[in-house]
């Protein structure tokens, strides 16, 4: 704040100026494409090629005094020692001039970045508490079913933990009506990532609650299963399931595809054979038609399927909520499965409706989702009305993007294809910050030499921690170029989808890898968005359907971001959602 005071500006002012410089360097970047993601190297080249250019001309100014004692004799040398001097020090403003122009730059940048550049900073932001989120929380009761809606950035899963605070008895207990002295709680994620993300946010509360409270919906789904049946375990490889789909396989239909079929649809919803056969149930989203033969072929293969489950306990985990939904039906069973007071279940528009109906039989109070259906990334016909949950009345959304910039922002929802800006429903960011930048290049090769100088760039000219900076890819594919491309500059980095890492003190001092499907729920003040192509489809899915879902997960991906988000794409990208966003930056 001292540097905004000296400026005698305020702060809109500056952030005119800030924004107006980033235009002026986005403009000689399109002259210049080879300036494009290198602001640290230039600004170093630049210094050592001015004190070159200053010793260059000391020298010859040593030579022209020397010659002066003769002029009749060196007349013709001194004059062209004074033409290379002259030329020289041309040079030297022209370098001069351009080092300015890059410190001006991060200067302006600088100035609009006050608040996370460190891990405490960072913390400090994620921890508090606004009118409105205060506002949701009591309204919570956990005597019934609640919805928490809300936007990137808005801030839910704050409120989830605030409410297992309470519920726990480690905060208020206001609005709660606490009737156990100790409540079973537990709060569920879709990804392993966004697990560890909420384990560490729950460690930094001043509460402290208890890590083990927190842990993936397979992985709870897995224990409460094998409670009842210790034999049931997961199949990893589909190999297995493909190789019993064969037989039923036709020419219009693989056995990829019926086992395709059976996880994502029949299994999903928890569809009966009555729906599925009888009432030709609508298949929303699904890449073929089937007629009543069809579906009759898959159902076949769908209980030879899990004959071979039954036999072995071996089943992939879209099987696990119908499996554990068969145990709670058996009076005996369900006698040995934990139950609990309280389910939350963050980003639960991922989860399938089987998945929710399953958590539902095993909460004996109440189930606190948070959800967006725009930003579901797995499931399309998101619906909690088949999910058996009766929400209706209970539920508030959140309306105010803390997490975001203003032109962050902006940025996501002119992708989206929303109004939301407009929209009574959802009021626009507050916070102001940098524009977002687009880097462009021929090839991976070049745009990830882009990306790791922009990493330097962050944390040498901004002074950000390297723990506050994240590469998202569309695939795990990428990491181990990028990893090293990253090592080549002495910059360590690490993968938060590896089952040591934790995003707390211990992963300190390295920038962080995800894919773009595990970056969901967390956030970053710095965000490199890697997009040489866009993600893998889901299997069984149409092409529109697979479309939306990879707009979905760009737009996540964006709106990671706190602070800065730069974006990286080859020049001409083949997909068309990736055009659409390049094509986003040229209206900013």
């Keep these: 704040m001292d540097t905004i005071w000296e400026h005698h500006k305020t702060i809109g002012d500056l952030l005119a100026d800030a924004q107006r410089l980033q235009l002026e360097l986005a403009h000689e970047?399109?002259?210049?494409?080879?300036?494009?993601?290198?602001?640290?190297?230039?600004?170093?080249?630049?210094?050592?090629?001015?004190?070159?250019?200053?010793?260059?001309?000391?020298?010859?100014?040593?030579?022209?005094?020397?010659l002066s004692a003769d002029t009749k004799t060196h007349q013709r040398k001194i004059d062209t020692l004074r033409n290379e001097r002259y030329a020289l020090q041309m040079s030297l403003k022209r370098k001069e001039l351009e080092i300015s122009v890059e410190r001006e730059y991060v200067a302006a940048m600088r100035r609009m970045t006050v608040y996370t550049r460190t891990r405490s900073d960072y913390e400090r932001t994620l921890l508090r508490l606004t009118s409105e989120q205060k506002q949701v929380l009591d309204r919570i009761s956990l005597n019934t079913d609640f919805l928490i809606k809300?936007?990137?950035?808005?801030?839910?899963?704050?409120?989830?933990?605030?409410?297992?605070?309470?519920?726990?008895?480690?905060?208020?207990?206001?609005?709660?009506?606490?009737?156990?002295?100790?409540?079973s709680v537990s709060l569920l994620t879709y990804t392993k990532a966004?697990?560890?993300?909420?384990?560490?946010?729950?460690?930094?509360?001043?509460?402290?609650?208890?890590?083990?409270?927190?842990?993936?919906?397979?992985?709870?789904?897995?224990?409460?299963?094998?409670?009842?049946?210790?034999?049931?375990?997961?199949e990893n490889n589909d190999s297995t399931c493909i190789e019993i789909c064969s037989p039923y396989a036709t020419s219009s239909m693989s056995a990829q595809d019926i086992l395709g079929e059976i996880k994502t649809f029949i299994w999903a919803h928890a569809v009966t054979r009555k729906e599925y056969l009888d009432e030709m149930i609508e298949r929303k989203g699904m890449e073929k038609p089937l007629q009543a033969a069809?579906?009759?072929?898959?159902?076949?293969?769908?209980?030879?399927?899990?004959k071979y489950i039954s036999e072995t306990g071996c089943a992939p985990f879209q099987h696990f909520p119908i499996r554990l939904m068969q145990l709670l039906d058996d009076e005996k069973s369900k006698a040995l499965i934990r139950r609990f007071d309280h389910i939350c279940i963050d980003e639960a528009q991922d989860l399938t409706a089987a998945t929710l109906q399953a958590l539902k039989r095993l909460a004996t109070r109440s189930v606190i989702l948070a959800g967006d259906a725009d930003q579901?990334?797995?499931?399309?016909?998101?619906?909690?009305?088949?999910?058996?949950?009766?929400?209706?009345?209970?539920?508030?959304?959140?309306?105010?993007?803390?997490?975001?910039?203003?032109?962050?922002?902006?940025?996501?929802?002119?992708?989206?294809?929303?109004?939301?800006?407009?929209?009574?429903?959802?009021?626009?960011?507050?916070?102001?910050?940098?524009l977002p930048e687009l880097h462009q290049a021929p090839n991976s090769a070049a745009l990830i030499e882009l990306m790791t100088d922009r990493v330097s760039f962050f944390t040498k000219q901004l002074e950000y921690d390297l723990e506050n900076i994240c590469v998202l890819t569309p695939s795990k594919n990428d990491f181990p170029v990028i990893i090293q491309a990253l090592t080549?500059?002495?910059?360590?980095?690490?993968?938060?989808?590896?089952?040591n890492f934790a995003f707390d003190e211990s992963t300190s001092g390295i920038v962080r890898l995800s894919t773009l499907h595990s970056a969901k729920g967390l956030d970053f003040p710095v965000v490199l968005l890697y997009l040489p192509n866009e993600a893998k489809g889901v299997d069984g899915y149409n092409e529109e359907t697979n479309a939306g879902i990879c707009r979905n997960l760009v737009y996540v991906a964006m709106t990671r971001a706190m602070d800065h988000l730069q974006v990286?794409?080859?020049?001409?990208?083949?997909?068309?959602?990736?055009?659409?966003?390049?094509?986003?930056?040229?209206?900013?």
């Design 29 to 66: 970047i399109k002259k210049h494409p080879s300036r494009s993601g290198h602001i640290s190297s230039n600004i170093e080249t630049f210094e050592r090629e001015q004190k070159q250019l200053t010793e260059n001309i000391k020298e010859l100014n040593v030579k022209l005094d020397r």
């Design 150 to 183: 809300g936007r990137a950035g808005t801030g839910k899963t704050l409120v989830l933990l605030k409410a297992i605070e309470k519920a726990l008895g480690k905060g208020e207990q206001k609005a709660l009506e606490i009737q156990e002295l100790h409540p």
């Design 376 to 434: 579901s990334i797995y499931q399309m016909g998101f619906s909690f009305q088949r999910a058996g949950l009766d929400i209706k009345g209970r539920s508030y959304i959140l309306k105010t993007n803390f997490r975001n910039t203003v032109q962050i922002h902006h940025l996501a929802e002119r992708f989206k294809g929303s109004s939301i800006c407009e929209s009574q429903e959802y009021s626009a960011a507050f916070k102001e910050g940098p």
């Design 294 to 306: 069809a579906r009759n072929t898959v159902w076949q293969a769908k209980e030879a399927l899990e």
């Design 568 to 588: 990286f794409t080859l020049d001409n990208p083949d997909s068309r959602v990736i055009a659409d966003l390049v094509e986003c930056f040229s209206l900013t």
């Design 488 to 499: 080549d500059k002495n910059i360590k980095s690490g993968s938060i989808r590896d089952d």
């Design 194 to 234: 966004l697990a560890k993300y909420d384990r560490y946010l729950a460690g930094i509360l001043p509460s402290d609650i208890d890590a083990d409270v927190i842990s993936t919906v397979h992985a709870f789904l897995r224990k409460r299963i094998n409670e009842a049946d210790s034999c049931y375990h997961p």
